[in-house]
């Protein structure tokens, strides 16, 4: 058996565990200040170190297939474990993880058909799992601020909502305020962050383009195109959630379904 690739990825931790000696400081700062965080921090590399080695090998493997089902394949899997998590956000809100997952899946999917269809990206494992990846991650935030705020807006300004079904508003107009307010709060950070793109911090993949040896300028062509998708794909995201929490939030007498806003 070629163990050849083992021994290159060995040779290649050497870096990622010498940078361990910043977590040893954490680590040390922790138990000096007595706060606990120790076990957690460790815990936490850890399965960081674990996770990011077995997608390093799964990425590998799907990388050298020829076969797109493996793209929709882990991209299901990302939206499922993506969806799963906000749900868990907004553990208050009924079908919360199916509300999730499917405003992610849409939000993505409509983005990465886009991009794909104007030639953005080629519809290939290395290009759209990593691009895949990023807008699911955002979503994933996004949706799940909204659902959350969504519903606790409501239930501390039911009587105002009921007061509105009472004269004759729809559940979509009565609720209208607080569905702007927590689309507003959710996708503050996605724009912020878009404003100070590379004025305060460098992003991500535009780092990681300018450290594998690309141009600046090439660098941030990509991240252009990234910052685009991130606020389509969580735009759309956070929006479908709302429409898809209100059967949950409303009997179909246009009342508030007071069970779901007696939970804390």
Same mark, same amino acid.
């Given at each position: ?81 993506? $969806?799963? %998590?906000?749900? /868990?956000?907004?553990? =208050? ?5 199916? !509300?999730?997952?499917? +405003? ?63 004269? $004759?508003? %729809?559940?979509? /107009?009565?609720?209208? =305020? ?5 689309? !507003?709060?959710?996708? +503050? ?76």
């Amino acid at each position: 058996m070629d163990w050849e690739w083992a021994v290159e990825f060995l040779k290649g931790m050497i870096k990622p565990a010498a940078a361990l000696a910043v977590v040893a400081v954490a680590v040390a700062l922790s138990y000096f200040q007595k706060l606990g965080l120790e076990a957690e921090m460790a815990y936490s590399i850890f399965r960081a170190f674990l996770q990011l080695s077995i997608i390093g090998f799964v990425l590998q493997f799907i990388f050298n297939q020829k076969n797109a089902l493996w793209i929709l394949l882990a991209y299901l899997f990302m939206v499922s474990v993506a $969806g799963y %998590t906000a749900g /868990q956000r907004a553990k =208050h809100v009924p079908r919360g993880k199916y !509300v999730a997952g499917v +405003s992610i899946l849409v939000g993505t999917a409509i983005t990465m058909f886009m991009l794909v269809s104007l030639r953005v990206f080629p519809f290939t494992p290395r290009y759209i799992i990593p691009v895949a990846g990023m807008m699911v991650g955002n979503a994933m935030t996004v949706t799940g601020v909204t659902m959350k705020k969504l519903r606790d807006d409501i239930k501390i300004q039911m009587s105002l909502v009921e007061t509105a079904l009472a004269l $004759g508003a %729809t559940p979509r /107009q009565a609720t209208l =305020h607080q569905v702007k307010r927590s689309l !507003v709060i959710a996708l +503050s950070p996605v724009l912020d962050n878009a404003k100070t793109v590379g004025l305060i911090s460098l992003p991500g993949a535009m780092t990681g383009l300018i450290m594998g040896g690309a141009s600046p300028l090439e660098a941030i062509q990509l991240q252009i195109v990234v910052m685009n998708m991130l606020i389509g794909a969580s735009t759309i995201s956070s929006i479908m959630s709302t429409y898809l929490c209100w059967p949950s939030f409303f009997t179909k007498a246009y009342q508030l379904e007071t069970k779901v806003f007696s939970l804390d």
